[in-house]
């Protein structure tokens, strides 16, 4: 079982890295928040939950022990799997995660896809308590980054990673504004703000 990981990130994807210790490639599965906070042939230290079921083994990654300890919590709710874990924060922060907890908004919670409202409603319901002894702050940071697809089309995969379908993609994605995006990163984040705020 590893607790962390520390290396070079050989090249990353949307939804994972290739990290590189000791001559071996990991591959480690991340939110979009935490790709757009990951720079390539960069030293990294990575923390890793472990996902082991029957013949399925994934390496999960997070910056920070608290994002950890966030999914793990997340985990712990009936019908809450590693991709939906993953897709509610890829969708908000650790911080706006807590506050909706706290406050108890599961109609913003719900936005996230595939979650719903009885889903939303029960994580709220289960790690009400919890969360309140979880100290969780976050820290935005930009990267530019090169990208090897153009702009619109890494968009397009990491909403479909969310779990967005074509059509509601079709309407997110505003045409004309994302020409002026400078990077992917900027893209994912100002589009999982708008969305946040819908």
């Known amino acids: ?19 590189e210790v000791g001559g071996v490639g990991y591959r480690v599965y991340i939110s979009l928040r935490t790709y757009d906070k990951i720079e390539t042939n960069k030293e990294l230290k990575i923390y890793i ?15 920070e022990e608290r994002e950890r300890n966030l999914f793990e919590m997340l985990l712990s709710v009936k019908g809450i799997g590693v991709s939906l874990a993953l897709s509610i924060m890829s969708s908000f922060d650790i911080d706006t995660i807590k ?30 308590t919890k969360i309140k002894k979880l100290d969780i702050t976050s820290s935005e940071t930009i990267l530019n980054i ?19 379908s074509k059509k509601d993609i079709d309407k997110i994605i505003d045409k004309e504004k994302i020409k ?3 990077n992917i990163q900027e893209a994912i984040k100002d589009t999982l703000k708008s969305l946040q705020v819908k």
Do not use: C, H, R, W
């Open 99 to 128: 506050g909706l907890i706290l406050k108890e908004d599961y109609i913003t919670l719900k936005n996230v896809p595939k979650l719903g409202e009885k889903k939303a409603q029960q994580i709220i319901l289960d790690l009400k």
């Open 146 to 164: 090169g990208v090897d697809y153009g702009i619109e089309e890494e968009l397009v995969m990491a909403l479909e990673g969310l779990g967005y």
């Open 180 to 182: 002026n995006y400078k």
């Open 49 to 63: 939950f472990n996902f082991i079921k029957e013949d399925e083994y994934k390496l999960i990654g997070f910056l």
């Open 1 to 19: 079982m590893f607790e962390y990981l520390k290396g070079i990130v050989t090249y990353k994807k949307l939804d994972y890295i290739a990290l």
